[in-house]
């Protein structure tokens, strides 16, 4: 194995530099990690992976994307719950043969993100992979406690709301998937997605949000979630979905991936119908999509159509 | 995929039951899990991969020892540190032709020893796997603010101390590696080890231990560990050795196996060479094996012999 676990670790300190800074009591290297949490806060965690061949694959994701996205998607789930992430933890096993370049720019791309957040790499295990890189990600936040927004809290009337643009990832999975040559922007948000870290805090402080979820299965599933654990309906007003642009020259992206395509990280919440959304949150421009309904069920409304709104779950690389 | 990932979701609902307990402020089905941290303690994470053909075989390990093994990774860390578990975490990666009894059977595994020690299971990640049954287990715990047991606290003349007996679980890995037929016993170690957590929080509460660490790599390894964060050195007298037994009828395992060996999950820690220490705490016994030295290097000392210990770490089963 060209790179030993103790290596790696060496590294992974070193990028990471102190073992201890501010809520991180200890880091990387004892049997735990120790973390702080303010006084009357609760913590969040969250785990996700990231599978090569499932959500990212060598040829199409440069390593600095593939970092950055594993993070990333820890991130959004913190910032869904209205969090402030504190700590990530990363589980990571490298077959035999990878270049101990493709390791570097992977944690560069990983702590690069994590810099800006101030989140502390702080823990983790390695070993050796039997088939592809395999990462699972660990974050770890804090809220005060009883105040984070959870999926359940959606009530009939509320208005329906996402931050963003959507189905830009998808469309840009779709470019690579046809093999076109795509050069990984920093901006565009399938390699280099931002989490809503200060709009989900926002949303939770001023008391505006009363269900909320992360945009990572696509908004029919991610909605669907919502509705399910509020034990309520949805309409969708389609003309006001705020389409996504992509390719040379921009080009909105269709309906059907702003539906149904997955992973653009994007904030999906609900409001009670008279509160005073702003329109621009930290920069991010917010657009009221549609009503929570007493009935169950998904719906659209296109004028006076009205048409059950499919479920389409998002099946990562799974359709390639 | 024969089992979806809402099916998987909603059985290890089912199986852990309330998604609210106790600590668990909000388990599984949310963007994040909530957890409280009792006042005035911190936080302890760890993270533990169970990667089949690494760490585990199904032709070897029944699915219920998998499922044991895979968490007693995590609760021995939390032992180490002399804290208490909370929850636990499941990000669990199937593959496509996977028998779903196998996946019952891992889960009751897994789930038995978390009931065992009260910890929920309060949320992961589900994906299909590449290759190969990938899990990764993450445990947090709690402990009194600033109380931990750390690995760099061992000082000179420090006396060294294991609990149990080491190199059960090499010596059944052994017997599995020769294609002997081996029966999977609950009181073997190899195939379900018990976290010494009472052991590991009783040596914390009573200021016995100054530094810890939990043998999962094996006795030279482990100890190694302990001696490069406290920047000491370390005299292990042979003849104390406390050898596991194994095979039938028993017979006691090699000293190779007691100092190399890994997995056994028992506990090494130093204290002060006045200090006294229990015989037996939590019904395991207690072995002092050692003194910690102030001139670096690992030595063995067998009557007036003294030879340098070689530090073998534990490959799980590269060596196959």
Redesign the interface.
Known sequence: MPLPEKALIEEVRRFARSRSTGNV??GI?????????P?RH????????S?????FRRQWHPPESVGHRCLARGLS??A??G?TPI?A?L?L?LPARLPQSWVDRFIKGLLSLAKRYSVAL????T??????V?A?I?V??S?P?GT?V???GARPGNAIYVTGALGGSAATLNLLRTKRKVVPSETDRHFYPRPRLEVGRYLREKHIATA???LSDGLSTDLAHICD?SSVGAEVEMPRLPLASAGKPPTSVSVDLALHGGEDYELLFTAPAKTRVPSVISGVPITRIGTITKVRGLFTRDASRRTPLLVRGWE?F?RT
């Open positions: 009591r200890l290297g004892d049997d735990c990690a120790i973390i702080g949490i006084p609760e913590a969040l965690v969250t785990t996700d992976f599978l090569e061949g499932v959500h789930d913190i869904a719950m969090g700590a933890f589980s096993a702080a823990g983790g295990d070993a050796q992979s039997p088939a592809g395999l699972d660990i770890m936040g809220v406690k984070a959870i999926r359940s909320m979820i992360d654990e990562h799974r």
